[in-house]
T-cell receptor, first 114, second 112 residues
């Protein structure tokens, strides 16, 4: 498909474990975003990449969260020492260009920390 | 600090009726205001967006009304259909910062 692809769609892990979530954006989209959506809430911004670099990581809640986009396409969100409060749907989005415009979201990765 | 406040939390409308969702923002630097629609199990999808240089924007059955002085904007869905049943999020961003600040969402149910 031509949309934003996220894997895994569901991830159940135990408290303290390490988790990686992957995002494959729409081909040609230079901007990539990670958001976190808790149940019954709106998406909360985590980090934004323009190309390979993190242009804005001000939404990352603490140093247990880290994201990379080494080749300017696929991105991985990494969460160390997971906590129960990390349970949420992690959404990835991509967009064209550098100005404000339409974000194309994936279906998300649902993370459950037991 | 909740920078974008959305109401109501839930809304039930009869088929053919008008659905109205309201948002208020605090940061006067915001200059881009989109509305996103989200179905269960799916990611949000852009519905319509407005910038503060206009007071209204219409696309089909969807209209955004914008009141800069009151720092409020609203989404109107005319002739609401059961297929419009979804969660709607308002959002805002400012020039120089791409991050969108989302409201808490409105769950719309259109009854046939």
């Amino acid at each position: 498909g031509a949309g934003v692809s996220q894997t895994p769609s569901n991830k159940v892990t135990e408290k303290g474990k390490y988790v990686e979530l992957r995002c494959d954006p729409i081909s040609g989209h230079t901007a990539l975003y990670w958001y976190r959506q808790s149940l019954g809430q709106g998406p909360e911004f985590l980090i934004y990449f323009q190309g390979t670099g993190a242009a804005d990581d001000s939404g990352l809640p603490n140093d247990r969260f880290f994201a990379v986009r080494p080749e300017g396409s696929v991105s991985t969100l990494k969460i160390q020492r997971t906590e129960r409060g990390d349970s949420a749907v992690y959404l990835c989005a991509s967009s064209v260009g550098q100005g404000a415009g339409e974000l194309f979201f994936g279906e998300g990765s649902r993370l459950t920390v037991l | 600090q909740q920078q974008v406040k959305q109401s109501p939390q839930s809304l039930i409308v009869q088929k053919g009726g008008i659905s109205i969702i309201n948002c208020a923002y605090e940061n006067t630097a915001f200059d881009y205001f989109p509305w996103y629609q989200q179905f269960p199990g799916k990611g949000p999808a852009l519905l319509i967006a407005i910038r503060p240089d206009v007071s209204e924007k219409k696309e089909g059955r969807f209209t955004i009304s914008f009141n800069k002085s009151a720092k409020q904007f609203s989404l109107h869905i005319m002739d609401s259909q059961p297929g419009d049943s979804a969660t709607y999020f308002c959002a805002a961003s400012k020039t120089g910062r791409r991050a969108l600040t989302f409201g808490s969402g409105t769950r719309l149910q259109v009854q046939p």
